[in-house]
């Protein structure tokens, strides 16, 4: 039992309108309701702290955050997948990366980083192809392949620790077991090159690929079947690969670059390269 002294209705509670219709559409036009759901609040949490963790994680490695312009007045990943912005009398773009800032300032800084959104004009609408999204970027000076890889794997098996550390409620409710991804992160994650994960393909899954194609979605979720954990996957070929990812001095025709895939369906969560120093062959396949 209460005494009431004063009482001040400050809202009266309407029917909620999310019930048995839980569509796509439906929930999309009630996102600013859907977003109270428990699903949603578990999902914001985690991603929260996985952003402070991943925070956290450049600066213990002596890497300072750089922040670039998101207009830019250059294309930097594709003209054909720019967003043109009027900028006064002139044409600008959306961001489409950091990289070409970062490169610049690790004379300045040497480990930098940045986060920040990332715009992409594709015509698709897949998983694998947003518009709009939020992208993490680093340079750093005097890092081979290996460094780089072995690096992204601290970061992600850190972020984990921490998410799982602090998040282990929320993520149970979402189906996710903390004590197995703890377990993930604790593992050694194997690193395979482009022609071994052909080989894996061709031989537990049946697929023949040939070298020089890229792998597609069915190609990952095929090869990640066969690991309980993410994997690296180093030395593309050179001919798909970007002109600044240089070439294997042993392998001219493999790229010291690298993909990071996750089980389940995740597909790539990381991807970088080696930076090429030889302007001669970069300005040749550019």
């Known amino acids: 039992e209460i005494q009431v002294e004063s009482l001040k209705i400050v809202g009266l509670s309407d029917t909620f309108p999310i019930t048995k219709d839980q569509s ?65 009398d002139q044409k600008t773009y959306l961001a489409q990366t950091w990289q070409l800032y970062g490169e610049a300032a690790i004379f300045a800084l040497e480990r930098c980083y940045n986060t920040g959104p990332t715009f992409r004009a594709e015509k698709s609408k897949t998983s694998r192809h947003l518009s709009e999204f939020w992208m993490v970027e680093m340079e750093a000076a005097w890092m081979d392949l290996h460094a780089v890889t072995e690096f992204a794997k601290r970061e992600i098996k850190y972020c984990i620790r921490e998410v799982v550390e602090k998040r282990s409620e929320e993520l149970r409710f979402l189906g996710q077991d903390p004590d197995q991804l703890l377990r993930i992160a604790e593992k050694e994650w194997p690193t395979i090159k482009y022609r071994e994960a052909l080989r894996i393909l061709k031989e537990k899954a049946g697929l023949g690929i040939t070298f020089g194609k890229d792998l597609r979605t069915v190609e990952e979720d095929k090869l990640m079947e066969q690991f309980q954990t993410p994997v690296v996957v180093t030395h593309y070929p050179t001919r798909i690969m970007a002109f600044y990812k240089p070439p294997d001095p042993d392998h001219p025709d493999e790229a010291l670059c690298f993909d990071m895939l996750a089980p389940k369906g995740g597909g790539e969560i990381v991807g970088g390269s080696q930076r090429s120093l030889d302007l001669k062959d970069m300005s040749r396949r550019l």
């Not at 439906?26 to 977003?35: A, C, G, Q």
């Not at 609040?41 to 213990?60: D, H, M, N, P």
Request: net charge positive; charged share 30%; proline share 5%.
């Open 24 to 88: 796509p559409e439906f929930l999309l036009d009630k996102r600013h309701l859907w977003l109270r759901s428990r699903k949603m609040t578990a999902v914001l949490k985690i991603r929260s702290t996985y952003v402070q963790a991943r925070e956290a994680f450049f600066e213990k490695e002596g890497f300072f955050r750089f922040d670039s312009p998101i207009l830019q007045p250059m294309q930097s990943e594709g003209g054909s997948t720019v967003f043109e912005v009027k900028y006064y």
